[in-house]
């Protein structure tokens, strides 16, 4: 049997050394045909079971059902006879529920993650396919990862996908997570190798250039994103990971700690700031120590606290240098009888000011920083406000004082600069200009 494929695939369709498989890729860079090429090869050569798996069991009719049909076609190897017994050498696709049988006793099942209670029923198998992974929830892939099993095959889990934020489980999982501080691979590493292993997952990056039975005006159109969307052209026509949407502070970065340090002590008056959030269960204790340069309008952020999970008493105890030393706090007023604690425990703390519309206020004030530098000692911090963007409403316009994840460093900044207004460029050339307007010219000689 022959069958042309793209080059850049071919040493993927056989490579069955490691467990996990993942194929990070670009729109029409042809890696879901690929897998489900290598599915159907495998298949044939040994008697399994496969689950092909998305989020919403209904669009596999479009999709993943579809192109295996289409493939199978393509080899001849669809059995179309009628007869009860399957063809030898070829594959008998059904539909209600879909599932692809083979004359050697293999089968291909396809399920939702919307229908989790249907996945109990599946025994023995040994190979599944994620198809749009980073669509899948978190507890989803775990959950098939304890439906990977047989008592003698090799197992084995492909995950195919479009790169999205670096906020979804695919990139924290198989890359790196800053929050667990859990470093697998860069995948700037995987841009330029295009392919590598590390320890039992094998990692595959390709993009549109990579296929070549496209027609070259696919690509065109690929290209004529960079204009007009540059999100979705990294993820269509790069294939990379990134920011998804709109940056709340673009002016966000960060700084060796030393660095840091040297900078607030050039600044001739610095403002000294901290404040805090409060967490316990789902959200975090989030404490910050900023310092601001009021005269180039530089904010700098060089400490962080940062738990959950905390009881106020627990809290306090891990803070105790801040009522030693009488550093004043500006936490979140909406915590009335947890800043009254602290204050009875000997603790300089104080509600920041709360108003309809305080959150845009805020978020506003921080945009208005030349430069928001942050220590790299501060890692959640960089987590939470370097890639953190704004939401969308369901037209997909963007929410001005609500964001993608629940930033606690980001409303810390917002109580502990309560009360400080940075310079608005808008009314700072108001300004200029009507001092301008009434000083009187002098007479040229």
Same mark, same amino acid.
């Not at 040493?11 to 050394?17: A, E, I, T, V, Y």
């Not at 889990?157 to 670096?166: D, F, H, R």
């Given at each position: 049997?022959?069958?042309?494929?793209?080059?850049?695939?071919?040493?993927?369709?056989?490579?069955?050394?490691?467990?996990?498989?993942?194929?990070?890729?670009?729109?029409?860079?042809?890696?879901?045909?690929?897998?489900?090429?290598?599915?159907?090869?495998?298949?044939?050569?040994?008697?399994?079971?496969?689950?092909?798996?998305?989020?919403?069991?209904?669009?596999?009719?479009?999709?993943?059902?579809?192109?295996?049909?289409?493939?199978?076609?393509?080899?001849?190897?669809?059995?179309?006879?009628?007869?009860?017994?399957?063809?030898?050498?070829?594959?008998?696709?059904?539909?209600?529920?879909?599932?692809?049988?083979?004359?050697?006793?293999?089968?291909?099942?396809?399920?939702?993650?919307?229908?989790?209670?249907?996945?109990?029923?599946?025994?023995?198998?040994?190979?599944?396919?994620?198809?749009?992974?980073?669509?899948?929830? @978190?507890?989803?892939?775990?959950?098939?990862?304890?439906?990977?099993?047989?008592?003698?095959?090799?197992?084995?889990? !492909?995950?195919?996908?479009?790169?999205?934020?670096?906020?979804?489980?695919? @990139?924290?999982?198989?890359?790196?997570?800053?929050?667990?501080?859990?470093?697998?691979?860069?995948?700037?590493?995987? @841009?330029?190798?295009?392919?590598?292993?590390?320890?039992?997952?094998?990692?595959?990056?390709?993009?549109?250039?990579?296929?070549?039975?496209?027609?070259?005006?696919?690509?065109?159109?690929?290209?004529?994103?960079?204009?007009?969307?540059?999100?979705?052209?990294? !993820?269509?026509?790069?294939?990379?990971?990134?920011?998804?949407?709109?940056?709340?502070?673009?002016?966000?970065?960060?700084?060796?700690?030393?660095?840091?340090?040297?900078?607030?002590?050039?600044?001739?008056?610095?403002?000294?700031?901290?404040?805090?959030?409060?967490?316990?269960?789902?959200?975090?204790?989030?404490?910050?120590?900023?310092?601001?340069?009021?005269?180039?309008?530089?904010?700098?952020?060089?400490?962080?606290?940062?738990?959950?999970?905390?009881?106020?008493?627990?809290?306090?105890?891990?803070?105790?240098?801040?009522?030693?030393?009488?550093?004043?706090? !500006?936490?979140?007023?909406?915590?009335?009888?947890?800043?009254?604690?602290?204050?009875?425990?000997?603790?300089?703390?104080?509600?920041?000011?709360?108003?309809?519309?305080?959150?845009?206020?805020?978020?506003?004030?921080?945009?208005?920083?030349?430069?928001?530098?942050?220590?790299?000692?501060?890692?959640?911090?960089?987590?939470?406000?370097?890639?953190?963007?704004?939401?969308?409403?369901?037209?997909?316009?963007? !929410?001005?004082?609500?964001?993608?994840?629940?930033?606690?460093?980001?409303?810390?900044?917002?109580?502990?600069?309560?009360? @400080?207004?940075?310079?608005?460029?808008?009314?700072?050339?108001?300004?200029?200009?009507?001092?301008?307007?009434?000083?009187?010219?002098?007479?040229?000689?």
């Amino acid at each position: 049997m022959e069958k042309e494929v793209n080059p850049h695939f071919e040493d993927f369709l056989f490579d069955w050394n490691e467990k996990f498989q993942l194929l990070v890729g670009g729109y029409g860079s042809s890696k879901s045909y690929h897998v489900a090429l290598k599915i159907i090869l495998k298949l044939m050569q040994e008697k399994r079971t496969a689950l092909v798996v998305r989020e919403v069991y209904e669009t596999h009719k479009d999709s993943t059902f579809a192109l295996f049909n289409e493939i199978i076609e393509d080899m001849g190897l669809l059995d179309d006879s009628g007869k009860r017994k399957i063809a030898k050498g070829k594959i008998r696709p059904k539909e209600s529920p879909y599932e692809l049988k083979f004359y050697n006793g293999s089968k291909i099942i396809f399920k939702g993650m919307d229908k989790p209670a249907k996945l109990k029923s599946i025994h023995n198998v040994s190979l599944i396919w994620l198809e749009e992974c980073s669509e899948i929830k @978190y507890e989803g892939f775990k959950e098939l990862l304890g439906r990977l099993r047989h008592p003698t095959l090799r197992l084995h889990m !492909i995950l195919s996908t479009n790169p999205v934020g670096e906020d979804n489980w695919t @990139y924290r999982h198989f890359f790196q997570d800053r929050i667990n501080k859990r470093f697998v691979l860069d995948d700037k590493e995987l @841009y330029q190798k295009r392919t590598i292993v590390v320890g039992d997952t094998y990692y595959h990056h390709s993009t549109a250039d990579d296929n070549l039975f496209l027609p070259a005006s696919y690509i065109e159109q690929l290209e004529e994103m960079k204009e007009y969307d540059p999100d979705l052209y990294r !993820i269509a026509r790069k294939g990379r990971f990134g920011v998804n949407g709109v940056r709340v502070l673009p002016q966000f970065t960060t700084m060796a700690h030393r660095e840091v340090m040297k900078a607030i002590n050039r600044i001739k008056k610095p403002l000294f700031r901290v404040g805090m959030d409060f967490g316990f269960v789902d959200s975090y204790n989030a404490v910050l120590r900023m310092a601001v340069d009021m005269e180039k309008q530089y904010l700098y952020i060089y400490w962080e606290y940062y738990k959950k999970g905390m009881t106020d008493d627990k809290t306090a105890q891990e803070l105790k240098e801040f009522k030693e030393s009488g550093e004043r706090i !500006i936490a979140d007023s909406a915590e009335a009888k947890a800043i009254q604690y602290y204050r009875q425990q000997g603790f300089n703390m104080y509600g920041a000011t709360k108003y309809q519309g305080s959150r845009l206020a805020n978020t506003k004030k921080m945009k208005r920083f030349k430069k928001i530098i942050c220590s790299d000692a501060c890692e959640n911090t960089i987590h939470e406000l370097e890639n953190l963007v704004y939401a969308k409403d369901k037209n997909g316009n963007i !929410i001005p004082d609500e964001f993608a994840i629940d930033p606690h460093t980001f409303s810390a900044a917002w109580y502990g600069l309560d009360g @400080y207004e940075v310079t608005d460029l808008k009314d700072e050339a108001q300004n200029q200009s009507r001092s301008t307007r009434q000083r009187p010219r002098g007479r040229r000689r």
